[in-house]
């Protein structure tokens, strides 16, 4: 058993969840007409409603105690003075430097005259790009960047530049090729000119297989178009922490924008990884979302725990997984600009909370990070929000909406917002079945068919939503809301007792695909028995025309 699940905070939010069978939010916000005073918090821009949430006085308060005790504000210290807390990889996980506006220090040393050197390199370039004066080997005006990385070196730079797509640049088109599946690049590569292309390769390590099969493709693709291989100083720029893998790649130094070990992979959207975005918004409008952020940041290290925006959604999370059982959680964006950001909270919270030992490597007893999924409102609700609604799971969701759309077209924007409000309504609300019956005696339906379909159509309610809104969707919003989910992550790994800087269990996988491949056209070595059967079956199906392929 660990320390955790035998502590007395925990002990006490297992006895409350106990007492709690029975009660409805329905009956507490009827009890309570100023709940959701009571439960909406502001910071940054952003403001969080969570009282449609199975919270009664006292749970809000054992939820605190048990941050308490797990030393969330040590952690939050810790983050913030640069203590190597990615303790696996013994490195600091100081992002929060990247939008810092005072010293940060790092070992002693303030890290931010490197941060801002790169980011003066950045500004230097993206407005050289956009404004016409850096140019492709032609003499040509750059006209597509095509971001190629995957991971947090492509979800971040990719979610951002679609949600800021009211600030792009008329002329530059972004692009994002990450899968190693060859159709991805070919797909782009089919809408480039290459004389007019600028590609970003984008990979902390530089080792990543399918960054550098893509970026060696893309060069390929490029000698060939433009018949030169000087053409690739004049085209190829990287982001990367490997500054001896970018000059054995070919790319002239002063076309490297570097980073540091100390800034993760999912969390380096705020470096260098962000320059596909730059070029598309502008490095102005770039440091508007680091400032957004770090607003956000300061509102984390400085706010008492009780009125911290992510130190509130982390307990709530909590609450759901470890006492509840809730397996899954829904991230639902009413903005179709903020399409892919669910997409990016999956690496955010599965990839750093996803994990099944302490930080001193002993097997946990208790949950950790639950499914993270989603997709845009109102799309969802003609998909998934029926097992939302009346399915057997738990799945409490995060509602996310702008108060002002950047395109008020006629009724869109109203229609939007009407859906968003009454779905999270609905979800706590639901139907009774006095409701429903009155409903289908008003219609005239026979008391024999209105019993048959009663059950089907009464809801239980009581499903837990958060509704976080920000005014309108920009630069400094969306650097508030990154923000608020990375500390959030970082909140539950704190209680949870366990890295949240690492990725170990992305290895294996790598492992096995390096030896599969080693072996192919190796039939002595394919014979071996190193494999089940099942896995040395498909080998010999898949890849037996390797070659070909
Ligand atoms: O495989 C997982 C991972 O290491 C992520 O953590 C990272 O964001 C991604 O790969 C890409 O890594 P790199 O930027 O080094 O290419």
Redesign the pocket.
């Known amino acids: 058993m660990s320390r955790l699940t035998e502590s007395p905070a925990w002990k006490a939010l297992v006895t409350h969840h106990a007492a709690f069978r029975g009660i409805h939010m329905r009956e507490l916000f009827a009890a309570d007409p100023r709940r959701n005073e009571r439960y909406t918090l502001r910071a940054a821009g952003l403001t969080l409603d969570y009282s449609k949430n199975l919270l009664v006085e006292a749970t809000m308060p054992l939820l605190h105690a048990l941050a308490r005790q797990q030393d969330v504000p040590g952690w939050i210290e810790r983050m913030f003075n640069g203590s190597r807390i990615n303790s696996t990889e013994n490195r600091a996980a100081f992002h929060v430097a990247l939008r810092a506006t005072t010293p940060m220090l790092l070992d002693g040393h303030d890290v931010v005259p490197s941060v801002l050197r790169v980011r003066a390199a950045m500004r230097r370039f993206t407005d050289g790009v956009r404004n016409g004066s850096i140019v492709g080997s032609t003499g040509k005006a750059l006209c597509s960047v095509v971001n190629i990385?995957?991971?947090?070196?492509?979800?971040g730079p990719l979610m951002a530049t679609l949600a800021l797509t009211p600030y792009r640049h008329t002329r530059i088109t972004p692009y994002f090729v990450s899968n190693v599946d060859g159709t991805h690049l070919a797909e782009v590569l089919k809408r480039v000119q290459a004389d007019t292309t600028l590609f970003i390769v984008?990979?902390?390590?530089?080792?990543?297989q399918?960054?550098l099969a893509n970026a060696t493709s893309a060069r390929r693709w490029l000698i060939d178009q433009l018949g030169t291989e000087d053409a690739v100083r004049h085209h190829f720029v990287a982001l990367?922490t490997n500054l001896a893998a970018t000059g054995h790649f070919g790319i002239d130094a002063e076309r490297v924008f570097e980073f540091w070990d100390w800034v993760?992979?999912?969390y380096?959207l705020w470096s260098a990884?962000g320059l596909s975005l730059a070029l598309a918004i502008g490095m102005d409008e770039f440091e508007q979302m680091l400032a957004g952020a770090n607003a956000m940041d300061t509102h984390f290290r400085t706010t008492p725990l009780e009125s911290n925006l992510p130190v509130t959604l982390a307990l709530l999370g909590i609450w759901y997984t470890n006492f509840f059982g809730a397996r899954a959680h829904a991230v639902l964006p009413y903005d179709q600009y903020l399409a892919r950001f669910p997409a990016y909270l999956q690496?955010l919270e599965m990839?750093s909370n996803g994990k099944s030992v302490t930080r001193d490597g002993e097997p946990v007893d208790y949950a950790t990070c639950p499914v993270v999924w989603g997709e845009p409102g109102t799309n969802g609700q003609h998909a998934f929000y029926q097992l939302l609604h009346q399915g057997t799971p738990l799945v409490p969701a995060d509602f996310i909406a702008p108060v002002y759309s950047h395109n008020p077209m006629g009724e869109h924007h109203r229609l939007l917002v009407a859906n968003f409000i009454a779905q999270t309504e609905a979800l706590m609300r639901g139907k009774t079945h006095a409701e429903v019956r009155s409903e289908l005696k008003a219609q005239g339906l026979a008391d024999e068919a209105l019993e048959r379909l009663l059950p089907h159509k009464a809801f239980s309610g009581n499903r837990p939503t958060n509704s976080i809104v920000l005014d309108r969707l920009t630069p400094h919003s969306l650097g508030a809301l990154i923000a608020l989910y990375e500390h959030k992550v970082f909140v539950q790994g704190a209680v949870w007792n366990i890295n949240s800087f690492d990725?170990w269990g992305?290895?294996l996988g790598?492992q096995l695909a390096q030896r599969i491949l080693d072996e192919v056209g190796d039939s002595a070595a394919s014979r071996s028995g190193s494999h089940d059967a099942s896995t040395s079956a498909l080998i010999r199906h898949m890849l037996r025309d390797s070659a070909r392929i």
């Open positions: 990385g995957i991971g947090g070196s492509d979800l984008a990979s902390k390590t530089f080792t990543t399918e960054t990367s993760g992979g999912r380096s990884i690496q990839e990725q992305v290895e790598k």
